[in-house]
DNA sequence: CCTTCGAACTGTACGGTGTCCAATTTAACT
DNA sequence: AGTTAAATTGGACACCGTACAGTTCGAAGG
């Protein structure tokens, strides 16, 4: 039984190691610690700093792995932008609802700088640009629109006493969206809409 | 020089002492420390457990405090009920960006569950009310508005990289906050609004 | 006035946290 | 083969929240 191993001897990690091993740290215990994860991994603490510069980027790292799993629609010529950006929302508020336990990290790091965020936003400026909306509006659209899906599923996956059940939470995250893309889409620039068509 | 106390010569502490020191730690920092608060008051960090059950009570109690600089305007019949809304979340936004730095923890906290925090919730009911909505509604308007102003404060307050000054944001904050309230205050429950009187 | 008692306060300490440093070993490259 | 960079460890540091057991004060009751 060589139960211990000795400085050098190699545990064969790798950063997506550690990140698995964080994400599944997290999902269990409602939140992340070194040698939580080290100990997962069967390894000294300061290993990990080898395959992660810091803890903030550990959980970084694992809040952008979640945020891989939104389903985003590309562009779709002759559907409704509003739809594609509806459906978007929704499964980014899906996503994260699905792993309460890493949402005040998620607010703290105030939505993920990873590249899987960065992706998201250029596709909601697409559907946001099919729709006519570009520039400064878009951007201003765009970030009420995160603003509003974090928020809402932050206070969603509370611990707190729970008197709403999860489906009357949803309707209420969707009504409150379809006010937000009505505004939208409908009232943006009211002294120039010419170029608007539909 | 009797620069130290001995165990039981008292410091002439008091909770809102202790409050008050762990609002300008806070403002300094950025966070709180029981030993930080503790220093600044010249007292062991022990001694703030006399007055404060635990750390989290303490954070609340700022909090809280925060909140009570809110300007709630009280029900105006004949006023415009959403204009109300309108100044009460402006209100909201405002002393929440004066206080950027516990704008986390404000977060984390889920926006705090003070007295303060109560009464401004109960002031909005009121005007939700005079604008028609009760129950139900009322609740799921009063949250999104909720999630939506903490929000959107929080993604303010951060300390990135500031693109966008400040006026801006205000604005943008601003728009969306209209889309909301113009959302709740016309379409809401399509189906069935039998005994919505108004 | 004296006694009593609860509350304020301190010293000390425990278990936990993130992270640095110097060693040690291994795997890969030349 | 020898050299080198990377992976890993033990150990330590500074900090955190907070529990425990004492000391001392201020006020209340006789």
Redesign the pocket.
Known sequence: MQG???????????RDRVLDAATDVIAEHGA?????V?QRL??????????VA???E?VDGVLDRVLAQVEAPGPDPGGDPGDAIHRLMTSTHDVLLRHPQLLPAFLTRQGARGENAHRLGAVMLEHLAAAGITGDAAREALRVLIVYTIGFAAFDGAPEERPVPGSELRDNFDRGLRWLIAGITAGEAPDRRSESLR
Do not use: F, I
């Open positions: 211990t191993r000795g400085p050098g001897r190699r545990a064969g990690l790798s992340v610690t070194m040698r939580a080290a069967g390894v000294a603490p300061n290993t990990l700093y080898s395959h810091d803890k903030t550990l």
